[in-house]
C-alpha cells in the first residue's frame, strides 16, 4: 500500500469549455494498492483518491470535494480493465453547491494502451453554473 499526499496547482481543462482560464488547485491524498501473483505480475489495483479542489477565474472562488476509488484487473496479455466510481460537488461561498458529478465509468485498455469505453453512467450536473460563477 502506497499513500501519496497532493497539493498541486495548474490550469485545468475547463477552461477551454467555459472559454477562459481556470486554475485548480488539488490538495488531499491518494492510496494504491497493488496485488501480484507468484511472478510478481500485477493483477489487481484498488486506488482511492480524496482531495478538496479550489477553482478560481476572475476574482471567483469554488471548491469542493472529489472523491473517487478505481479498480483495475491486469490480464496476462497485457490488457486492464478500469473502473472508477465517485463523485465531485463544488460549492459557491453563499450560494451552496452549483455542481454534482457523481457515476461509474468502466473502460478496456488494450495492450497497445487504447482505451474502449466499456460501460459509462457519468452524471455532469452544472457545467453551466460552473462556467457562469467563475465568469468575469
Known amino acids: ?3 501519496i499526499q497532493v497539493d498541486a496547482t495548474f490550469i485545468t481543462v475547463y477552461s477551454e ?13 491518494m492510496t494504491f ?4 501473483d507468484a511472478n510478481g505480475n500485477p493483477i489487481r489495483e484498488i486506488d482511492h483518491t480524496h482531495l478538496v479542489n479550489t477553482f478560481t477565474a476572475n476574482g471567483h472562488t469554488l471548491s ?7 479498480n ?8 486492464a480493465v478500469v473502473q472508477d466510481m465517485g463523485q465531485n460537488i463544488l460549492v459557491e461561498p453563499g450560494q451552496g453547491p452549483i455542481a454534482f458529478a457523481p ?23 452544472g457545467i453551466e453554473g460552473f462556467c457562469a460563477a467563475l465568469a468575469p
Open 103 to 125: 457515476g461509474m465509468e468502466r473502460v478496456l485498455v488494450d495492450p497497445d494502451g487504447n482505451v474502449t469505453l466499456l460501460e459509462s453512467h457519468l452524471h455532469d450536473y
Open 17 to 29: 469549455i467555459c472559454g477562459f482560464a481556470i486554475t485548480r488547485h488539488n490538495v488531499g491524498s
Open 64 to 70: 469542493g470535494h472529489f472523491i473517487v476509488n478505481y
Open 33 to 36: 494498492m497493488v496485488r501480484y
Open 72 to 79: 483495475a484487473v491486469y490480464y496476462p496479455d497485457g490488457s
Open 1 to 3: 500500500i502506497e499513500r
